[in-house]
């Protein structure tokens, strides 16, 4: 059977990149396996460094297989949506597959600038879209705080209502009883979050390792996506920003906004939110109605 075309090219990048991922787990485990010998091999002084070396690589390699088994996952969900021939489903979702390989029912990846307002999130359905609509409406929740704490956060039960006094509330209306964050990083300077939605248990010590490992894999692409403005075009992000949310139009309202009232951007981003929230609107709605000047706040 001949493939859409999207699908096809979809399917393409996630099988080079299994085969990616399994080439860097090679190298990495080679090169730990040579600091191990070396432990027998070279004066006790340098033991200290030839462990490191080798938790380092044996570390890296345990990630890299991790995304392996992301991707490939991915590319099987592919070829069974193509089998099943059903024009009423919609293509897989990457960030779908992030959830399944993590334990999760629902996951989201979001950008922020350097000024913390989120400019990306790519979602895995409805319910984590949703929940990602909150926290930039309500401006707090799990992927700012991972973000700007360099950490993983988790918070479940009364727990979501005593961190987070209104996305908290707000989140366990949809039926979310537990959430878990962790940055999204390039060399240890975090740009964003990966969030994960219902996890059976709170995971801890080497169980923290699938969420890490996912958001390594999704870190590079969000980095090369960043500055492009149409991100479609590139078959290697289709996956993963193909479904993306930009709130361009919240930004363009924003900007709109400041203009009008004189006010700073982050202080008209604040405007928009806090309308939003008041009326119990989409921000998106809001914002598409400043800019086409059917409201003016300030």
């Known amino acids: 059977m001949t493939l859409p075309e999207d699908a096809g090219r979809e399917l393409d990048q996630a099988l080079r990149r ?10 990495a ?8 010998r070396q432990l027998s091999t070279d004066p006790a002084s340098l033991n200290a460094f030839h462990q490191k070396m080798a938790r380092m690589h044996r570390h890296a390699e345990r990630r890299h297989l991790a995304a392996a088994r992301m991707h490939a996952s991915f590319a099987d969900r592919l070829h069974r949506w193509v089998e099943e021939a059903d024009p009423q489903r919609a293509l897989p979702r990457f960030m779908a597959t992030v959830a399944s390989a ?18 990306l999130t790519a979602a ?19 992927a700012r705080d991972a973000t700007e704490q360099h950490r993983a956060v988790t918070a479940a039960g009364p727990g979501l209502l005593e961190r987070w006094s209104a996305y908290g509330p707000a989140v366990t209306a949809l039926g979310i009883s537990s959430v ?3 940055p999204v ?3 240890s300077v975090p740009f964003g979050a990966l969030t994960v939605f219902d996890l059976p248990r709170q995971p801890a010590g080497e169980a923290l390792e699938s969420f890490y490992a996912a958001a390594d894999t999704i870190a590079l692409s969000l980095l090369m996506a960043a500055g492009e403005a149409e991100p479609q075009e590139n078959p290697d992000l289709l996956s993963l920003f193909g479904q993306a949310d930009r709130r361009a139009v919240v930004h363009q309202a924003a900007g709109v906004l400041a203009e009008q009232s004189g006010c700073a951007i982050p202080d008209a981003l604040a405007l928009i939110r806090a309308h939003a929230f008041a009326e119990g609107e989409p921000v998106e709605s809001v914002a598409a109605d400043i800019v086409h000047h059917r409201l003016r706040l300030g």
């Open 18 to 27: 299994v085969a990616i991922e399994h080439q860097r787990a090679a190298r």
């Open 29 to 36: 485990a080679e090169i730990a396996e040579r600091h191990e």
């Open 102 to 119: 993590v334990g999760a029912h629902s996951a989201a990846v979001t950008l922020f600038g350097s000024d913390r307002t989120e400019t």
């Open 124 to 142: 895995s359905d409805p319910i984590a879209q949703d929940a990602q609509d909150l926290e930039f409406t309500l401006g707090e929740g799990p």
């Open 180 to 182: 878990m964050a962790v």
């Open 185 to 187: 990083e390039i060399s």
